[in-house]
């Protein structure tokens, strides 16, 4: 069974940072590109940035973020990292990571999200 649990939200000040996890299981994890996205309330859900596939090195970052965030993948963990610096309370949202596999691999799967609210 494909699980993606996501943690490390919570409550933040502005400027501070945040490292949100996102561990899989249930699928061959090298084999898919990986991403973050947010949805703030009352708006769509938004990729923040993404990664590649084991092998390559290519990633995404979304403007919006303007180069505060670094997404990276942990093979062997079966993780995916986003760190966030920087943050401001327009990044108040629940993050959701997101597998989709690459060649051979197959599927598409979504965690559960985890909040993060940045607030004084």
């Known amino acids: 069974q494909v699980h993606l649990v996501e943690s490390g939200g919570g409550l933040v000040q502005p400027g501070e940072s945040r490292r949100l996890s996102c561990t899989a299981s249930?699928?061959?994890?090298?084999?898919?590109?990986l991403s973050w996205h947010r949805q703030a309330p009352g708006k769509e859900r938004e990729l923040v940035a993404s990664?590649?596939?084991?092998?390559?090195?290519?990633?995404y970052y979304s403007p919006s973020i303007g180069g505060r965030f670094g997404i990276y993948r942990r093979d062997g963990q079966n993780t995916v990292y986003l760190q966030m610096n920087s943050l401001k309370p327009e990044d108040t949202a629940v993050y959701y990571c997101?597998?989709?596999?690459?060649?051979?691999?197959?599927?598409?799967?979504w965690g559960q999200g985890t909040q993060v609210t940045v607030s004084s």
């Open positions: 997101k597998a989709v596999g690459r060649g051979s691999y197959l599927g598409e799967y």
């Open positions: 990664v590649a596939p084991a092998g390559n090195d290519a990633v």
């Open positions: 249930g699928f061959t994890f090298s084999g898919y590109a």
